[in-house]
Structures are given as C-alpha cells and as structure tokens.
C-alpha cells in the first residue's frame, strides 16, 4: 500500500496525513473540473439553519435553540428517553470518580 495518493484513501481506507492530503487535491480539482462550487461553499449555501446544522458543529444562536427545542420536544414525548438520559449520566459520573 503506497500513501500519498487518493486510491489509498479511497480503496483502503488510510487516514495518514499524506493520504488525506492526496484525496483533498483529487477531490477539489474533480469539483472544480465540473464546474462545481467547492464544498465548504456548497453546504454553506445549502444547509439550513437548524438543528442539524448544530449536530454538525454549527454554534450560532438560531442553530442552538432549533436544538434545544428540539430536545425539549422529544423529551416531552417520551419520558423513557429522559430516564435512560439521566441513568447514562448517572454511570459516567460513577466511571469518572
């Protein structure tokens, strides 16, 4: 298996830093060849404000109360979940001390 090329990330799954490299210069001139918008472009314009733009790292404040909404709701839904939240919890704080 040789690194440094974008087969090797692709067929083989390697994550080293030189594969990745490799795979990110394929990947932005394949784009580019077909007259697309680079990607972190692309989902800036694409992707919606919301809830699962926050599980995908997004910290803004329209994202962080679409999220905490959203928790809110399922909470209320099904209290189920808020037990086995709060026993998950409980076991971390356990496994910490």
Known sequence: MRHGKYSTYSNHGCRCDACREAWNEYYTS??????????????????????????????????????????????????EYVARELAAKKAKRRAAA
């Open 30 to 79: 394949y784009r580019r060849a077909r007259g697309q918008k680079p990607l972190a472009q692309y989902h800036a314009e694409t992707m919606r404000h919301g809830p699962t733009r926050y599980r995908k790292g997004c910290r803004c404040d329209v994202c962080r109360g679409a999220s905490a909404r959203q928790k809110a709701e399922q909470r209320a839904r099904n209290p």
